[in-house]
C-alpha cells in the first residue's frame, strides 16, 4: 500500500499535540507564526538589556550632571626627557651577542672535537674487537693437544707418559753449553 503524498488531506497519523488534525502546509505556517512572534521577543529583550547596560554605565541621557569645579587649577608640569642614546644602546648590544655568538661557536667547536675524538676511539675499539672476533672464529676449530709425556710414552698407553724419568738435558740445550766457552754457561 502505497503512501499517499497529497499536502492538501489532513495530517491524521503525525502525533499529537498543537498540530494535530492539520495539513503539513497549515503546520509550516503555524511554525513559522512561532519563529517570528520568538524572534520580536528576542529583539526586546536585548533592547531592554542595552538600556539597563547603558544605565548601569551611565551613558547619554543616563549620565549625571557635571559637577562644578571646586580646587585649583593645576599648574602645567614640565617635562624633562631626554631621548636615550639608541646608537650606543644598540652597539652595546650587538658587542654583547657578538660575544655571546663567538662564546657559542668556540663551544660547538670543542664538542665537535670531543665528539670526532670519542667518535675515532670507538672507531679503533671496534677495529680492536673485529680482529678479536675474526682470530677467536678462525681458532675456533682448533683443539688443543695436551699430551704428557714422550711419543714414545703415548704409544704405549696407560699412565706410562707419567713415570719418573732420568734427568736429561733437551738436545738444543745440551749443544748450546758444549758450544760456549767451555765453563758451562749458557748462551741464549
Not at 117 to 125: D, F, G, I, P, S
Not at 132 to 137: H, I
Request: charged share 35%.
Amino acid at each position: 500500500m502505497a503512501k499517499n503524498k497529497n499536502k492538501s488531506r489532513p495530517n491524521r497519523d503525525k502525533g499529537r499535540g498543537k498540530f494535530k488534525g492539520l495539513t503539513d502546509l497549515q503546520i509550516e505556517a503555524k511554525k513559522e507564526k512561532i519563529r517570528g512572534k520568538r524572534a520580536t521577543q528576542a529583539e526586546n529583550k536585548a533592547r531592554r538589556d542595552k538600556r539597563k547596560r547603558r544605565q548601569n554605565k551611565e551613558i547619554g541621557r543616563f549620565a549625571p550632571p557635571d559637577l562644578p569645579d571646586t580646587g585649583p587649577t593645576p599648574e602645567p608640569v614640565e617635562f624633562n626627557f631626554e631621548m636615550p642614546d639608541i646608537k650606543g644602546m644598540l652597539s652595546d648590544q650587538a658587542d654583547f651577542f657578538s660575544n655571546k655568538l663567538d662564546s657559542l661557536r668556540e663551544e660547538q667547536r670543542q664538542a665537535a672535537e670531543e665528539y670526532r675524538l670519542q667518535q675515532a676511539e670507538a672507531q679503533k675499539q671496534f677495529e680492536l674487537d673485529q680482529r678479536t672476533m675474526l682470530g677467536n672464529e678462525a681458532r675456533a676449530g682448533q683443539q688443543t693437544e695436551y699430551k704428557f709425556g714422550s711419543i714414545s710414552g703415548r704409544k704405549r698407553g696407560g699412565t706410562f707418559g707419567f713415570r719418573r724419568r732420568k734427568r736429561r738435558l733437551m738436545g738444543g740445550i745440551g749443544s748450546a753449553v758444549s758450544a760456549g766457552s767451555g765453563g758451562g754457561t749458557l748462551n741464549v
